[in-house]
């Protein structure tokens, strides 16, 4: 017998309505099915704690809803979209994004569809004791919601950043119901569902039908989805808790408090990782429109060298991480490139040769089974001294008699080897060093250590770092205070227009770049 869902110590509910938004019923990585399922049932933190707000805005798809507002409702009339400042790359993003709506949906006479004043809401009240509870139910969808002047037919033009994979069958059941039963208005006789991509303009239409076929595609796949919603126990930490209203109640985030030596001082929570240090060091500009989501330029992105690291990593988590811990050896199949990876002949041999020279030292020969081996963990911590949400994924965390190894792997083409000191070349291995010298990660402190594999042509080397020498910790603490101090202070993010323009994924997006290539 399935155990009954219970919420956290220290939240209470406050209202009997369960209100669900579509976009729930995505999921994905960077949801929380724990807080989905707390905010859908309203309940609240009994303590909550007040927070400062961000000073520009940072809901990516925000400002294009908020100019599609003033451009189709009255003059004067003000947008039903809040915004905060905007950052010049959203700027750019959000008047690209409109200009081609505009061209993917042009105005019909022949067919003409108006803005609703108010988006639709589903409504369904039980007629007997509820399990949950509820006195009523609420689904609402988020987009451009439009109609036939006699309200026959409804149209739901869905904005994304770009077209990816289908999403769950579950969300868009949701949707479609909806539009099918959604009040104000008369019922409709027929629906539509359409994706648009403010990166090229490119629609999707996911469903189109009358309205019982909307709510027979409801029946079919929104119960168990909306379920699943409602329910939801895992407690995800990772980079939705930085605007996470049950944050201080988390059973699941671990505190570090002072793990990267600086004070709040009144500042916004926010997120922080490795990857964010390194773009904000190379241009605070760059970190924030990473952070934003804004299309990447794939020739940056996936230029070819970064792409077979990519692939190396796939494949070594996919060998480390099944079965029983095996080392790996030298024989690596002919067609060893993961699924979604293109990578030519000479990269492909080179590839293989580097995984060839991992045998030698491939951390499972010291496991003892598959309990001892973490492939690409996320190990999240709260700072509340910084009221930061530090985000890390090592390679691998493996055990060693009891101790905790973190292990970093990355290639490289030549065999000569760098002065620059590992812990300032390799930021991770900075931030490995203090959690494990704090204790963080827990087991026996005897033989944890921290860890660093380069794959060369030539061979392998395995530098190996003691957390708990103080040179080491001192290192360390520097290097991340150098990384974190600027940005933890910073609410404008200018850009660093330089050399490193020409190489910046996010160059297209932003007015003091020259660089216009195509992402």
């Known amino acids: 017998m399935s155990q009954p869902w219970l919420p956290p110590d220290g939240v209470t509910r406050t209202s009997d309505v369960i209100t669900v938004s579509a976009g729930m019923f995505k999921g994905g990585e960077f949801r929380c099915p724990a807080a989905d399922a707390l905010k859908t049932r309203g309940y609240h933190t009994t303590d909550p704690v007040p927070r400062r707000r961000e000073r520009l805005e940072h809901f990516a ?42 061209e993917a949906f042009p105005l019909d006479p022949e067919r003409p569809l108006h803005e609703v004043p108010e988006p639709w809401t589903y409504r369904y009240r039980p007629s007997g004791p509820d399990p949950r509870d509820a006195q009523e139910y609420r689904l609402t969808v988020w987009g451009r919601c439009l109609a036939s002047p006699d309200g026959a037919y409804r149209e739901v033009r869905l904005p994304v950043h770009r077209l990816r994979d289908l999403p769950p069958d579950g969300f868009t059941a949701a949707v479609a119901l909806v539009l099918a039963e959604g009040a104000p208005g008369p019922p409709p006789e027929h629906v539509r569902i359409v994706e648009f991509a403010l990166f090229d303009g490119r629609t999707r239409e996911l469903f189109a039908g009358s309205r019982e076929e909307a709510r027979a595609r409801y029946r079919e796949h929104g119960p168990a989805a909306l379920a699943g919603v409602l329910d939801g126990r895992e407690y995800r930490p990772g980079s939705a808790c930085g605007g996470c209203p049950y944050l201080s109640v988390c059973p699941a985030l671990r505190t570090a408090p002072g793990l990267l030596d600086i004070e709040a001082h009144d500042r916004p929570r926010r997120t922080w990782s490795v990857t964010n240090g390194r773009a904000y060091r190379a241009c605070p500009a760059r970190d924030h429109m990473r952070r934003l989501h804004l299309p990447t330029a794939d020739s940056v992105e996936r230029e070819v060298t970064a792409e077979r690291g990519r692939a190396l990593h796939a494949y070594l988590a996919e060998r480390h991480a099944h079965g029983s811990p095996r080392p790996c050896t030298v024989e690596v199949p002919k067609e060893w490139v993961p699924d979604g990876f293109d990578l030519p002949a000479h990269e492909r041999a080179l590839g293989a040769q580097l995984l060839r020279r991992h045998a030698a030292v491939c951390p499972l020969r010291y496991v003892g089974d598959g309990t001892d081996v973490r492939t690409e963990p996320r190990v999240v911590r709260h700072d509340t001294a910084a009221d930061v949400v530090v985000l890390a994924a090592p390679d691998l965390l493996y055990r060693d008699a009891g101790s905790w190894v973190w292990r970093e792997t990355k290639t490289s083409v030549i ?43 030539g061979g392998a080397d395995l530098e190996i770092i003691d957390p708990f020498a103080p040179a080491n910790r001192v290192t360390a603490e520097k290097v991340l205070r150098a990384m974190v ?23 297209r997006w932003c007015t003091a770049s020259s660089v216009s290539e195509a992402a």
């Open 61 to 102: 798809l925000g400002p294009f809803m908020a100019a599609c507002d003033t451009r189709s409702g009255p003059v004067g009339h003000p947008s039903r979209t809040r915004t905060g400042p905007l950052h010049d790359g959203l700027r750019t993003w959000s008047e690209h994004g409109v200009t081609l709506y505009e």
């Open 485 to 507: 101090a600027d940005w933890h202070g910073d609410d404008q993010y200018a850009a660093q227009p330089g050399r490193s323009c020409e190489r910046c994924e996010v160059a």
């Open 415 to 457: 065999d000569r080897r760098s002065d620059r000191p590992l812990l300032e070349r390799y930021p991770q291995l900075a931030l490995a060093v203090v959690l494990i010298a704090r204790g963080d990660l827990g087991g026996d402190p005897s033989r944890a250590r921290v860890e660093l594999e380069v794959l060369r042509p």
